[in-house]
């Protein structure tokens, strides 16, 4: 059997226990799941009323057909979660299942990445390992159970580490192309989820402090903070 089929194979495993430990959370120890309410409001208030408004003046909620007549902008901490559930439930109605389901699933993929990533560099049985410990972790099993909360920041820093390390030689040698792409990537997990801004930050002093270059360390941060500050402003 080839090293590709083997990854293949060992990856769908990966990918069911971790769906199967967040829905034995569920369903056999009774946890209840959860939400960020506030991303799933705005992103509803999307889908039926064409506006990401949630509150009036005096900071209450309103119903959807209210918003567009009193409803007034807020800051949005977290705006590319909403911005992508708006677009689904728009898309496909809303359903407030959807999150819930969609976040078990982008969390089972991110389990998988870190397999890849780990077998990449140190071989399969600790890739597999490695993947098997992110599926089954706490904080991920119970973490997968809350719908519009950290899914789809979790899944674009995984992407973004895929890109950043793909180079199986020196993981901090990528090509400028696919630096490019991580640092695209890390400014959407950014955006879904604003505390992974900080992640970003040791990772990029220390590829400036690895490669000693300028040009590299500009590939990785302008389109960051390009992508970044626009949202804010």
């Given at each position: 059997?080839?090293?590709?089929?083997?990854?293949?194979l060992?990856?769908?495993?990966?990918?069911?226990?971790?769906?199967?430990?967040?829905?034995?959370?569920?369903?056999?120890?009774?946890?209840?799941?959860?939400?960020?309410?506030?991303?799933l409001?705005e992103a509803?208030?999307?889908?039926?009323?064409?506006?990401?408004?949630?509150?009036?003046?005096?900071?209450m909620?309103?119903?959807?057909?209210?918003?567009?007549?009193?409803?007034?902008?807020?800051?949005?901490?977290?705006?590319?979660?909403?911005?992508?559930y708006?677009h689904?439930?728009?898309?496909f109605?809303?359903?407030?299942?959807?999150?819930?389901?969609?976040?078990?699933?982008?969390?089972?993929?991110?389990?998988?990445?870190?397999?890849?990533?780990?077998?990449?560099f140190?071989g399969?049985i600790?890739?597999?390992?490695?993947?098997?410990?992110?599926?089954?972790?706490?904080?991920?099993?119970?973490?997968?159970?809350?719908g519009?909360?950290?899914?789809?920041?979790?899944?674009?820093?995984?992407i973004?580490?895929?890109?950043?390390?793909?180079?199986?030689?020196?993981?901090?040698?990528?090509?400028?192309?696919?630096?490019?792409?991580?640092?695209i990537?890390f400014?959407?997990?950014?955006?879904?989820?604003?505390?992974?801004?900080?992640?970003?930050?040791?990772?990029?002093?220390?590829?400036?402090w690895?490669?000693?270059?300028?040009?590299?360390?500009?590939i990785?941060?302008?389109?960051?903070?390009?992508?970044?500050?626009?949202?804010?402003?």
């Amino acid at each position: 059997m080839s090293t590709g089929i083997k990854k293949f194979l060992l990856a769908v495993v990966i990918f069911g226990i971790s769906v199967a430990g967040s829905s034995y959370t569920l369903i056999k120890k009774g946890y209840t799941p959860g939400a960020d309410y506030l991303n799933l409001v705005e992103a509803r208030n999307f889908a039926l009323g064409g506006t990401y408004k949630s509150e009036d003046s005096k900071n209450m909620f309103l119903s959807s057909d209210q918003l567009l007549k009193t409803g007034v902008i807020t800051g949005i901490p977290n705006p590319l979660t909403p911005i992508i559930y708006g677009h689904i439930f728009s898309w496909f109605g809303f359903n407030p299942s959807v999150p819930f389901w969609v976040s078990i699933f982008l969390f089972g993929l991110f389990s998988v990445i870190i397999f890849h990533l780990t077998s990449t560099f140190f071989g399969l049985i600790s890739g597999f390992f490695a993947g098997i410990m992110s599926a089954l972790m706490p904080s991920m099993t119970i973490g997968a159970l809350y719908g519009g909360l950290y899914e789809w920041a979790m899944m674009f820093f995984g992407i973004a580490l895929w890109l950043y390390f793909s180079s199986p030689k020196d993981p901090f040698s990528a090509h400028r192309y696919k630096l490019l792409g991580a640092s695209i990537f890390f400014a959407l997990a950014a955006l879904a989820r604003n505390a992974f801004t900080i992640s970003f930050i040791p990772l990029f002093v220390f590829d400036f402090w690895h490669n000693r270059s300028i040009k590299r360390s500009a590939i990785l941060l302008i389109p960051f903070l390009a992508i970044f500050v626009s949202r804010i402003n």
